[in-house]
């Protein structure tokens, strides 16, 4: 009897074993299966942290490319402003000499006429 009593404790040591092995493999794939969708997970949040990232460098690109686009035409238009007083200035300088001038010719004529009236008098 201690024959078949020894069988019967190999044979259930057997079938623990078994039973242990069994559970241990679904222990395994079910860890496996959580460190497949943690890493699924994280390359989701990695895909979408790099998307946003690209986002905002595009919009931070387009609104520096707007900033020196206004920058530029306000400097543009500076510069034409400028050239614009330049040419006022020029304008009035010359028409302010033309005054004079015609201010001289006048004094002039009238000297001429009070001469001769002076004369003719």
């Known amino acids: 009897m201690s024959c078949a009593l020894f069988c ?6 057997d079938l623990e074993t078994r039973r242990l092995k069994e559970e241990l493999d679904r ?6 299966e959580m460190i ?3 890493s699924k997970k994280l390359h989701e949040e990695k895909i979408q942290v790099e998307k946003k990232y690209r986002q905002e460098i595009d919009h931070l ?4 490319n707007q900033e020196m686009d ?5 400097k543009l238009d500076l510069e034409r402003q400028k050239r614009i007083e ?3 200035r020029r304008e009035l300088q ?11 010719e006048m004094q002039i ?7 001769q009236a002076v004369r003719e008098a």
Do not use: G, P, W
Not at 8 to 13: A, I, K, P, V
Not at 70 to 74: F, M, N, V, Y
């Open 109 to 115: 004529k009238i000297s001429k006429e009070c001469l």
């Open 8 to 13: 019967l404790t190999l044979l259930q040591s």
């Open 36 to 38: 497949q969708d943690h």
């Open 86 to 88: 330049a040419d006022l």
């Open 94 to 104: 010359h028409k302010m000499s033309t005054i004079d001038d015609l201010r001289q």
């Open 70 to 74: 206004s920058s530029t035409k306000a």
């Open 27 to 32: 222990h395994q794939q079910r860890v496996r």
């Open 61 to 64: 690109n387009n609104e520096m």
